[in-house]
């Protein structure tokens, strides 16, 4: 059993203005992470296409429709004042979609311990038929949805620990009794949802704001008395993870104060929750993350132990 690394060169395809944070050079960040000989034994693939039955699981046809027409033949085109599009933004996102459902495969036929997919643009912004905060399509509710109608799971937990609420997620997940979804997040930060009365349709939504300024002791305090006893109860059948790196203390767009070794410490309890529940199940697909350095040195602390579980 082993961690697979799940990306494809088309991330590289998907273009942003100048000056923009969701950068193409955030791919080398991650090609730096995980290119060095301790990460040799992951089990690399290459993220396929999305299909339209898995996007449709989550976002009306119309919407993907939309998203289609919006791509333009050169040049980049704007959907809101953060989002954009390029001529292969289409394929980056439905390969960052098709990537976590391949991970959710993986996993569940047990090729796998777990895994990582490493692409862009995120996901946990987009809602049910509306871009937003660089995000186009619900790359983790997608690969949620995949794991209950093609794997028959009934409680999947979703935990997303990027420092802005994952409101695309909780959106596309309200109404889902099978899935909990949890998000600890700066507040008050942009998009300004994640109250903690956000419950979701079945009480199937946690959300823990987090003032600016937390630090690394705050966050694991919150995790071992709210979240991490939460996902007991549920008693996931897989957990996915919404890894966003811009909680980190150095990241130019939020206020969080973490470090390497708080992503390291988070990653490694939520592996703990899998191997109670789910025989280890996790699959973690990345989001946000914005200095290039402070990326980088998270991924490969989150990666890393990922590769320490043992069957």
Same mark, same amino acid.
């Given at each position: 059993?082993?961690?697979?690394?799940?990306?494809?060169?088309?991330?590289?395809?998907?273009?942003?203005?100048?000056?923009?944070?969701?950068?193409?050079?955030?791919?080398?960040?991650?090609?730096?992470?995980?290119?060095?000989?301790?990460?040799?034994?992951?089990?690399? =693939?290459?993220?396929?296409?999305? &299909?339209?039955?898995?996007?449709?699981?989550? =976002?009306?046809?119309?919407?993907?429709?939309? @998203?289609?027409?919006? @791509?333009?033949?050169?040049?980049?085109?704007?959907?809101?004042?953060?989002?954009?599009?390029?001529?292969?933004?289409?394929?980056?996102?439905?390969?960052?979609?098709?990537?976590? !459902?391949?991970? *959710?495969?993986?996993? $569940?036929?047990?090729?796998?311990?777990?895994?990582?997919?490493? /692409?862009?643009?995120?996901?946990?912004?987009?809602?049910?038929?509306?871009?937003?905060?660089? !995000?186009?399509?619900?790359?983790?509710?997608?690969?949620?949805?995949?794991? $209950?109608?093609?794997?028959?799971?009934?409680?999947?937990?979703?935990?997303?620990?990027?420092?802005?609420?994952?409101?695309?997620?909780?959106?596309?997940?309200?109404?889902? &009794?099978?899935? +909990?979804?949890?998000?600890?997040?700066? /507040?008050? +930060?942009?998009?300004?949802?994640?109250?903690?009365?956000?419950?979701?349709? =079945?009480?199937?939504?946690?959300?823990?704001?987090?003032?600016?300024?937390?630090?690394?002791?705050?966050?694991?305090? *919150?995790?071992?008395?709210?979240?991490?006893?939460?996902?007991?109860?549920?008693?996931?059948?897989?957990?996915? @993870?919404?890894?966003?790196?811009?909680?980190?203390?150095?990241?130019?767009?939020?206020?969080?104060?973490? &470090?390497?070794?708080?992503?390291?410490?988070?990653?490694?309890? +939520? !592996?703990? @929750?899998?191997?109670?529940? !789910?025989?280890?199940?996790?699959?973690? *697909?990345?989001?946000?993350?914005?200095?290039?350095?402070? +990326?980088?040195?998270?991924?490969?602390? =989150?990666?890393?132990?990922? $590769?320490?579980?043992?069957?």
């Amino acid at each position: 059993m082993t961690t697979a690394y799940i990306t494809h060169p088309d991330a590289k395809l998907h273009q942003t203005p100048a000056g923009h944070p969701e950068q193409v050079d955030r791919m080398a960040a991650l090609e730096t992470a995980l290119g060095g000989a301790e990460f040799a034994a992951l089990m690399r =693939h290459h993220a396929p296409l999305a &299909s339209d039955v898995q996007v449709l699981r989550c =976002h009306p046809e119309t919407y993907l429709d939309r @998203i289609r027409r919006a @791509i333009p033949a050169a040049g980049i085109y704007q959907l809101d004042a953060d989002t954009h599009v390029s001529n292969g933004s289409l394929n980056a996102a439905l390969r960052g979609a098709g990537g976590a !459902c391949l991970g *959710v495969d993986l996993v $569940m036929r047990g090729d796998v311990r777990n895994a990582f997919v490493g /692409m862009r643009p995120p996901g946990h912004h987009a809602e049910t038929a509306t871009p937003m905060g660089f !995000c186009l399509f619900g790359t983790v509710a997608i690969a949620a949805r995949h794991a $209950m109608e093609q794997h028959g799971l009934s409680r999947v937990a979703v935990v997303d620990f990027d420092v802005h609420h994952g409101n695309g997620t909780q959106d596309l997940l309200w109404d889902e &009794s099978r899935a +909990l979804f949890v998000s600890s997040h700066q /507040m008050p +930060l942009w998009p300004g949802t994640g109250g903690a009365d956000e419950r979701g349709a =079945h009480g199937n939504v946690i959300n823990v704001p987090l003032a600016p300024g937390t630090d690394g002791a705050t966050f694991r305090r *919150v995790y071992e008395d709210i979240v991490l006893p939460q996902l007991d109860r549920f008693a996931p059948e897989l957990v996915l @993870i919404s890894a966003g790196f811009d909680a980190h203390r150095d990241d130019p767009l939020a206020q969080l104060e973490l &470090s390497e070794q708080d992503f390291a410490w988070v990653t490694g309890a +939520l !592996c703990d @929750i899998a191997a109670r529940h !789910c025989d280890g199940r996790v699959v973690s *697909v990345l989001e946000g993350g914005y200095d290039l350095r402070a +990326l980088s040195t998270s991924v490969a602390a =989150h990666v890393a132990v990922l $590769m320490e579980q043992q069957a």
